[in-house]
Nanobody, 117 residues
Framework: QVQLLESGGGSVQAGGSLNLSCVAS????????MGWYRQELGREPPREWL?????????DYADSVKGRFTISRDNAKSTVSLQMSTLSPEDTAVYYC?????????WGQGTQVTVSS
């Protein structure tokens, strides 16, 4: 069983900040990479990849969020966070936590982020 619980979404004005968190639990193996994706309402899949962080703490970012978003991870607590700053209306979407266990992806239920102009 793998469970992901996201929190921290909400509404913010343009230029503001939000911090998303995700707590993961796994009974089937060690969590490898952790990351965040998003999907705009009404837009077809796939979800847009935002950032990934390895167990060692190496992080990668999509160009669209580089310099504005920071991903972090606490292996002891099995949590991954996404600190978002300088938000714009184009960042409005449902944000999903993602983890990989033995190369298989697992998803959270999503948390809505709305940025108003």
């Amino acid at each position: 069983q793998v469970q992901l619980l996201e929190s921290g979404g909400g509404s913010v004005q343009a230029g503001g900040s939000l911090n998303l968190s995700c707590v993961a639990s796994s009974s089937i193996g060690e969590i490898d990479t952790m990351g965040w994706y998003r999907q705009e309402l009404g837009r077809e899949p796939p979800r847009e990849w935002l950032a990934t962080i390895t167990r060692a703490g190496s992080a990668d970012y999509a160009d669209s969020v580089k310099g504005r978003f920071t991903i972090s991870r606490d292996n002891a607590k099995s949590t991954v966070s996404l600190q978002m700053s300088t938000l714009s209306p184009e960042d409005t979407a449902v944000y999903y936590c993602n983890v990989r266990i033995r190369s298989f992806p697992y998803w959270g239920q999503g948390t809505q982020v709305t940025v108003s102009s």
